[in-house]
């Protein structure tokens, strides 16, 4: 089962930044935060993914608090191909991903 | 790169018919998913292989799915007999290893009627 919650919907206006919040308060010290994003009828796409660090990379910055319960996902800029599905995973043992039901993110011109 | 090829995209079948569905990964990937995604839900784990053998398959609904990963390379799901219920978009998914991320392939979207 998911271990994960997420608001079922946001919006963002383009340009701006999307933060998207996730809570995982039962992750173990070992399990990875993961993040995958899907537009319509398509397979998820990975975005990244960390540990305890806060990670970076071309297409997000994922944040993760210190005591590792929750992360936020954060889109710097925002466009309209970025509207998707997001789902924050927690990656238990046995490289197992069990995804939740997501936050559904429109961008609004 | 070549991505994960799924095969067919749709399908179309009546309830108690039987179907079944073809993923190559990504060559080289160990690790094989399949995933049933039901409208407007996330994708629920099925089934995962690692090589040609199961790693987890509590979520398989075995009366009626099967899978199997000949060789270590290709896979098939099939289901027989289909129900209503059945309708959705199956997923298939690689990695490199066990700690890698996942690769979906574009899925195969089943309607039972």
């Known amino acids: 089962d998911a271990k994960t919650t997420q608001p079922p919907s946001m919006d963002c206006a383009e340009g701006r930044a999307a933060n998207l919040p996730c809570n995982h308060s039962t992750i173990s010290g070992n399990e990875y935060v993961y993040w995958y994003r899907q537009i319509h009828s398509q397979g998820p796409q990975y975005i990244i993914h960390?540990?305890?660090n806060n990670e970076t990379n071309e297409m997000a910055s994922l944040i993760i608090t210190e005591d590792r319960k929750s992360s936020t996902l954060i889109l710097p800029h925002a466009t309209l191909r970025d509207t998707a599905v997001y789902y924050c995973?927690?990656?238990?043992?046995?490289?197992?991903?069990?995804f939740g039901t997501g936050t559904s993110l429109t961008v609004i011109p | 790169e070549a991505g994960v090829a799924q095969s067919p995209r749709y399908k179309i079948i009546e309830k108690r018919q039987s179907v079944a569905f073809w993923c190559n990964p990504i060559?080289?990937?160990?690790?094989l998913y399949w995933y049933q995604q039901i409208l407007g839900q996330g994708p629920k784990l099925l089934i995962q292989f690692q090589n040609n053998g199961v790693v987890d398959d509590s979520q398989l609904p075995k009366d009626r799915f099967s899978a199997e990963r000949l060789k270590g390379v290709d896979s098939t799901l099939k289901i027989q007999p289909a129900k209503l219920e059945d309708s959705a978009v199956y997923l298939c998914?690689?990695?490199?290893?066990?700690?890698?991320?996942?690769?979906f392939g574009e899925g195969s979207r089943l309607t039972v009627l």
């Open positions: 995973i927690v990656r238990v043992a046995g490289n197992q991903f069990y």
């Open positions: 960390g540990l305890k």
């Open positions: 060559s080289g990937h160990a690790t």
């Open positions: 998914a690689s990695s490199l290893e066990l700690t890698g991320e996942l690769f």
